[in-house]
């Protein structure tokens, strides 16, 4: 029998705020996803209201993503044309 998994939204936080929400089958994705360097790179030159979301002193975790989030990934996915694209910021990022 083989069962299809359904995605799963997690969160990243940056010293406990929400900023990047994706979706990912398995936990072992989405910490890949989390532990990819090119991912942490975006979350360092990101910023919103000029304040970085992140930086090399910051603490990131993965959790799963609560209600609110999961609500806002899937609005925020409907209102972008197909892509291979699975994250989204969770808050207003400055122009750059």
Same mark, same amino acid.
């Given at each position: 029998? +083989? $069962?299809? =998994?359904?995605? #799963?939204?997690? +969160?990243? $936080? #940056?010293?406990?705020?929400?900023? =990047? ?6 936990? !072992? %994705? ?5 532990? *990819?360097?090119?991912?942490? +790179? ?5 910023? #919103?209201?000029? @304040?970085?979301?992140?930086? *090399?002193? #910051?603490?990131?975790?993965?959790? =799963?993503?609560?209600?609110? $989030?999961?609500?806002?990934?899937? %609005?925020?996915?409907? %209102?972008?044309?197909?892509?291979? =694209? @699975? ?5 207003? @990022? !400055?122009?750059?």
């Amino acid at each position: 029998m +083989t $069962e299809t =998994l359904s995605l #799963s939204i997690f +969160t990243i $936080e #940056s010293d406990l705020k929400p900023v =990047l929400a994706f979706a990912a089958k398995k936990h !072992d %994705e989405a910490d890949a996803f989390f532990r *990819d360097e090119a991912v942490r +790179t975006k979350l360092r030159s990101a910023s #919103s209201n000029g @304040v970085p979301l992140c930086d *090399d002193l #910051s603490i990131l975790r993965i959790r =799963l993503a609560n209600a609110d $989030e999961r609500a806002r990934y899937r %609005e925020q996915m409907a %209102e972008r044309p197909p892509t291979n =694209l @699975v994250a989204i910021f969770l808050v207003d @990022v !400055d122009a750059g």
